[in-house]
């Protein structure tokens, strides 16, 4: 089969949702709706997102719909039992989790620290959900005194261990992910992502360092990127992505820290020659940053930095791509608590040699999962189909 597309581009805006889902109430979600929230909180300028139609997905105060959008448009329903970054981005390529990843928002069950402490050797400190950044400059000093391991986690399903660097040497904080990754394997614990966090410094000037390592759950079925990648695609990860899928399906990874640099490595990625199939980018500062912290302002200044960069993404497509720019669950940072939110999430489909033609995109509807876009890029490489979805390709 002759592919239509040589290149598809997917960008996740991670938690960029788009307002509440049917059964966000089985979240305790409803009435969530983060970039609504935000237009009408602070006011959002994002005219390039406007211009491919973006106020033609939902109501957005400020942002009217236009009559000729750049792209097509629409949104997405998840059908996972979940609203984390892992359950979306795996029904993005094709996979639904009928069985969500377990959230701690009290710490973790003292028996699994009791089990934690017996294999490694060494006490635990913290338990709670906190920021990495303020866990250490609370405890960063009696960890140094005591040799105890910093233990943490977040809204999301991680298991994150914090060490100084001279105090617990990094291949023992290693091993002691991987106890902890054995131990969260077990039904009753089931945590997505266990993640070393090593930091140097002394009291009042401790700084993270660049040995994070991750030990992700692998998928739990084939996704579209597996199959991509056994046709002989490339499937190039930027951000995150490594580390969602565990590197399963993925040719290439590329870790990001910022927003600005996951655009950069993108951006770099698209001027390559070599590469048929898929670029696959998420852009984590909007959830990390500004979900979480229900920080309203700094999310506007996000996605409006997101918006001034998207010409650049835009003038460095070629004939023959498409570029995909969707979420993977919502984080509304005018609701309750700092977890994430029940929500449907936009999907912006552009075609930079329709949009040349000054064709109008086309609106593509409320699809019924994540998953059609995985069936859409199954189907524009002839590797589907996937067991679940709905290709859209028809109708670009």
């Known amino acids: 089969m002759k592919t239509r597309y040589a290149r598809i581009i997917v960008i996740v805006l991670d938690s960029v949702g788009i307002g509440a889902l049917p059964d966000a109430h089985d979240f305790g979600d409803v009435g969530a709706h983060t970039l609504g929230h935000i237009a009408e909180r602070a006011g959002l300028r994002v005219p390039h997102l406007a211009a491919l139609g973006l106020g033609n997905i939902a109501d957005l105060p400020g942002i009217p719909p236009t009559e000729h959008p750049r792209a097509h448009y629409g949104k997405m329903a998840e059908i996972s039992r979940g609203k984390d970054t892992t359950v979306g981005h795996w029904e993005l390529m094709g996979l639904k989790t009928d069985k969500p990843f377990r959230t701690y928002p009290n710490g973790f069950p003292e028996a699994l620290i009791r089990a934690f402490e017996q294999e490694t050797g060494r006490k635990v400190i913290g338990n709670i959900p906190a920021s990495g950044t303020e866990i250490i400059a609370r405890l960063g000093e009696e960890q140094m005194k005591t040799g105890a391991w910093i233990v943490y986690t977040s809204a999301d399903s991680v298991f994150q261990i914090a060490a100084h660097e001279d105090v617990i040497p990094l291949e023992e904080l290693y091993r002691a992910c991987e106890v902890a990754r054995r131990l969260t394997l077990h039904p009753e614990y089931m945590v997505g992502r266990v993640i070393a966090r090593p930091y140097v410094g002394r009291p009042g000037a401790f700084e993270r360092t660049p040995n994070r390592r991750d030990y992700s759950v692998e998928p739990h079925g084939e996704t579209v990127l597996v199959k991509l990648k056994s046709a002989g695609y490339r499937t190039i990860g930027v951000g995150k992505i490594g580390d969602i899928f565990a590197g399963v399906g993925l040719s290439e990874s590329h870790p990001t820290k910022s927003n600005d640099e996951g655009i950069d490595v993108t951006l770099r990625e698209l001027l390559r020659d070599d590469v048929r199939g898929l670029l696959f980018t998420n852009l984590v500062d909007f959830d990390s940053k500004y979900g979480h912290r229900r920080d309203v302002a700094g999310y506007k200044a996000a996605l409006e930095a997101f918006d001034r960069r998207l010409p650049e993404i835009l003038g460095a497509l070629r004939p023959g791509d498409l570029l995909v720019l969707t979420a993977d669950h919502g984080n509304d940072p005018t609701h309750h608590g700092t ?25 593509l509807g409320v699809r019924e999962t994540f998953a059609d876009l995985a069936q859409t890029i199954a189907d524009n490489f002839g590797v589907g189909p996937m067991p679940m979805g709905t290709s859209f390709l028809p109708l670009l």
């Open 339 to 363: 977890d994430h939110t029940r929500e449907y999430v936009p999907i912006l489909v552009y075609d930079p040699h329709r949009a040349v033609e000054g064709r109008s995109g086309r609106d």
